[in-house]
């Protein structure tokens, strides 16, 4: 399978879908690991990635979504997508780790993701990488200053997985 553009084509924007099985690594308390199924949609013309969507088919238990968002919507986190003709990669990485999340109790150690698809042969690849930490804060009737809550009780959850498979272009459908 090629995701290559030829002549009058170039600029037209195309959305490729990939469906990855894979396995994850996770320590929260005590270490295990789960079969894992995600679903990566990226579009994009011959020069940029114009959108792009990551999906757990399987239960997303890491709060990766939560953490991405409050990243991206506070420039903790940066989006690096590359198009080349061989291979499309979208790395996202923090820019400010050890960060609190707006969940007051959390603060995030790192934050990272990198999907590499060959244009070539279609397969992609996807490992990603979250670090951060829980303070087990008690319940009052007052929010916890910032050193109330860093002098408590913590559970560090480390998590990495990565997952394989096919991608395909999609046809648009309207």
């Not at 009780?153 to 997952?163: L, M, T």
Request: a negative charge; glycine letters at 6%; one cysteine or more.
């Amino acid at each position: 399978m090629v995701f290559g553009s030829y002549g009058a084509f170039a600029d037209e924007e195309k959305t490729i879908v990939c469906i990855m099985d894979g396995q994850s690594k996770e320590y929260v308390k005590s270490s295990y690991s789960r079969q894992l199924k995600v679903s990566q949609t990226i579009k994009f013309n011959e020069s940029n990635v114009t959108n792009f969507k990551h999906d757990f088919l399987t239960e997303d238990v890491f709060n990766e979504q939560s953490l991405w968002n409050y990243g991206f919507e506070n420039n903790k986190i940066v989006f690096q997508p590359s198009i080349s003709d061989d291979e499309i990669t979208i790395s996202i990485t923090e820019i400010e780790n050890n960060y609190q999340h707006i969940a007051k109790n959390v603060f995030v150690n790192w934050v990272r993701y990198n999907l590499t698809i060959n244009r070539k042969s279609g397969i992609g690849k996807v490992e990603g990488s979250l670090g951060y930490r829980v303070y087990n804060i008690p319940i009052t009737t007052s929010a916890p200053t910032l050193e109330e809550i860093k002098a408590s009780p913590f559970d560090f959850h480390n998590i990495d997985y990565s997952a394989y498979g096919n991608c395909s272009l999609s046809k648009n459908k309207f």
